[in-house]
């Protein structure tokens, strides 16, 4: 089993930074494929980005491209996702993802995840 725990969601204005972290226990996340999910009230929830195991692959949806990244401590057991120039509509709950089957993402970084965490509220005022 694999408990994700994020954090660093709150309420920011629109154009400020923002940096989400997702620790990992229960097993060690070291050799899996990560993603980020975001959910805003009344929508699916959505792709957000992901990351191999060594992060040398990232993946991003193109909302978000060049104003996130995605990153990993594997010492740590914990994921980042570091958001720079938020939007209103960058406001929902965010959520991290372990997926057991995948250290690397060849196809559908979207697709796979097998863990989940609670989620961290992020709000983006105009």
Request: charged content about 20%; proline content about 2%.
């Amino acid at each position: 089993q694999v408990q994700l725990v994020e954090s660093g969601g709150g309420l920011v204005q629109a154009g400020g930074p923002l940096r989400l972290s997702c620790a990992a226990s229960g097993r060690t996340v070291s050799r899996y494929a990560m993603g980020w999910f975001r959910q805003a009230l009344g929508k699916e929830r959505e792709f957000v980005a992901a990351i191999s195991w060594s992060g040398g692959q990232a993946f991003y949806a193109n909302s978000v491209k060049g104003r996130f990244t995605i990153s990993r401590d594997n010492a740590k057991n914990t994921v980042y996702l570091q958001m720079n120039s938020l939007k209103p509509e960058d406001t929902a709950v965010y959520y991290c993802a372990a997926d057991v089957d995948r250290s690397f993402i060849y196809s559908d970084p979207q697709d796979g995840y097998d863990y989940w965490g609670q989620g961290t509220q992020v709000t983006v005022s105009s």
